[in-house]
């Protein structure tokens, strides 16, 4: 089995595929010792998690490559290709392993899948497709030994459409993962693959592909890379629940690869059934409108999507509102013309597409809130919420859409400046100005409303398109789930209620710990030594030259005969005398010594209770599920 | 603001575009008369004979544009900023050849800059192996490939096809380039059809060499 894919687990390619997600902004950084800390921690992050599922040790040889840092641009004001991903290069000459593991970064997992899926298909070309391959090639040159090396791709979301057609186009990897994937479109994979349409087109004899029946082609396209055998190595993974698995039935899309299904919610029974109601065509004209206030939705939700969408100069009518009287509202009007007119040209365009959008989001909010309930996602009582809040959201708009017609007759180039000088014209437009303005207003607050009761329903659709549950499905046999990273076990407690530990942080808290305690222990050592140094040791110095001195003396008496000291001591006496001798009494008193020993013995004592309690953490978390090797290999576990 | 309602430049749209034109007076050609293919056309003037003047939308780059050629448009693309594809299809009834073709511009993107990435990019998407011949020319480096492709599966008499393809980067300005592929096949079956290698070659180099980046319109 050489060079077998060590990330084969599939657990293990989950978890990196979100580990990854994590670590965007770290890898994103300007400052080149945080982008070097980051690789080390994101490799001990993959050394970790491979460890915590298979039991198992990744080789030494560990090289991280991030998009960033390989697709860079001498010229910072090139834009960047929008590819985002990291690759792992894992070498192990002794057991014939070279393998280059390329995790592509999707959409943003768990964050606005609304804004996200509204921008999957948009502006489709090859773009991404050159940027995904790009990454691959200038990522394989920092591999030795190319021959030998095999290539694995994983990737979520929208990362799934990058990686499979890059597949398809040239069979790059050796095997493809995509979990909650964004499948291929047929218009995309056109643009691609030049083969593909040359083939296409003498296969059908055709002049332009539009000329293939829809459904000829679509199987053809299948055949075609069936046959070129790229298609066997791709594996993926998708979750019932997936918002963007219910949007891929449409019929531009193609699935391929051995696909596995996992439901990840037992009360939910997807979202493939609620989308199935809406047309194709209407599905794209739908996403195709709202993609143009795509920016707003993200800033404001459906309110601030719906506000631009109609087109009103709030400024403006804010202006209006402050002026006392109807007198001064009307000369803020003659005041600037040009806005009031722009105002009503905006909305002459915008709010009849707005209209005629909200129609059809009205025509199907029946049957696909009907299907929302009987799939589980919302109960009677919060369908109805959202059925009386689109129908106020539509009351409003066609009331706001009368009184705009009103607005429109009154002014318009030729008569806005005849109507502001008209007494009774200018008095009616204002009338009808306000109302608007109040309209407009209960119409923002019903559309607050509208989003406010949509939350947790989006939350919950949105839920269904990441990998976390996905990851929690998978391993509920085996007693073990995830949240945030860590990996949690369960097991049943002896009154039958399940006991759920935070292994990943048990094994922290351990981790960290013990290598606090060996710290403080070895700072108690140091302190022993540096006692000893400067206590005992500078005493017995500071002795040994007292003693040498006064044998110097003894030895010598002459040497002393005008030393200040000694004349001192005689008090001059002996002047003119000899000195002949000199006798020390020694005896070498000093002041207590401190005794470190108890000082010592007392930290001693207080790191090991401390060590006591930390090892007790793993015992009994060991102990809870039996002496397990894998747990118990975990905690001793070094990244 | 909104009292100027001339364009930008009064002088500078001095001629009328193709696209604003009352299709009688246009070329009677396929060009010209179908409506989205018109819209690429800077000028009704014949450049060479049976060949027009095509601007890109995004104005990046103008090429030679055979007069019975046709837009695509399930095969182009634009984004509006930096990138853009254009198809397009000639169909000559006297020589039954048809020319599949697809122009790709793109500007502002890393993979642009480095030919040899780009190349490595360009055979996968080709299913070409071999190597590229470079030719330089003044504002531009051409590289240039070809390739016969017998497809044996198509149970058809005409199931080849000669393709040139290749990529040309802009040697006066950092990240800009264009991408080609021209395909020459036979298109009925039930017709003779005079394609060789000699004359595909020809024209496909008269279009790559005619590709000129007009970098002075881009907006910046």
Known sequence: MRNKNLFENENVKLRLINLEYSYKERFASENANEVKKAKEDFAADVRRIYKEETNKELPKDIKIYTSKEILQNKDSSVKSSGYDGTAIYIQDKTHDTNQLQIISQGSADNEDWVYNFSGLFLGMDDSQYKATKEFTIETKKKTQDVKSLNTYAMGHSLANNNQVLVQLVDGEFDEVYGVNGAQISVDHILKADYKLTNYLKRKFSTIKISEIPKNDLKKAIIKYYNDKGVTANITQRISSNDPLYGVSGKADFITFGDVKMTNTHPDIKGFRSVIDHIPDEDVSKLKGYFQKYAADYRKGGIQGFTMEAIGVDMDFLNGIMNEEGTAQQIAYCLKHPARL?????????????????????????????????????IDEAKKKTIQKDIAEVERLTGRLDVLYEKIKFLVDWKTVIFTLNNRQLSQSLMKNLIEFYSTYKALEEALGKLDQDTKDLLNLIGEGHSITPLLNALSKKKGISYKGGDIYFSKKGKDGKEIKVNLSSAIRIYQAGMAAISKIEAEIERYQRVFHHEIHDHFAIKKSELTKAIHDMEANPSRYQFDIQFKLASGFAGSNGKLNKIVVHDSYHTAPLPQCDGVVSELKKQTSSKKKFVKSIRASIEKLFDEDEQISALFDFKA | MNDSQNGKNGNQEEAVKPKDMDPKDLPQVPAFQDEKTREYMASTK??????????????????????????????????????????????????????????????????????????EIISGQNGYKGKYQKIDQSGKDIYFAHMKEVFDDIDRKYNFSYSYFGYVKSTEEDYLGVEYNFTFACHKEDQPCSLSEEKARKTAKKLVNSITFSTEGEEK
């Not at chain 2, 050629?69 to 399930?74: L, M, N, P």
């Not at chain 2, 853009?84 to 642009?112: C, G, H, M, P, R």
């Open chain 1, 341 to 377: 007119l722009n105002m009503v040209g905006a909305l002459d365009k915008k709010l009849p597409e707005f209209k005629a959008f909200f129609a059809k989001v009205k025509a199907y909010s029946g049957p696909v809130l009907n299907q929302l309930e009987a799939n589980g996602y």
């Open chain 2, 46 to 119: 014949e450049v060479e004979p049976g060949y027009y003047l095509l601007e890109s939308k995004l104005k990046g780059f103008t090429m030679l544009f055979p007069e019975d050629g046709e837009y695509e448009a399930e095969l182009s693309s634009n984004n509006g900023k930096n990138i853009e594809s254009l198809a397009f299809n000639s169909y000559d009834k006297k020589t039954n050849i048809v020319l599949n073709a697809q122009v790709k511009y793109y500007s502002q993107q890393s993979y642009v800059n480095k030919p040899k990435t780009m190349l």
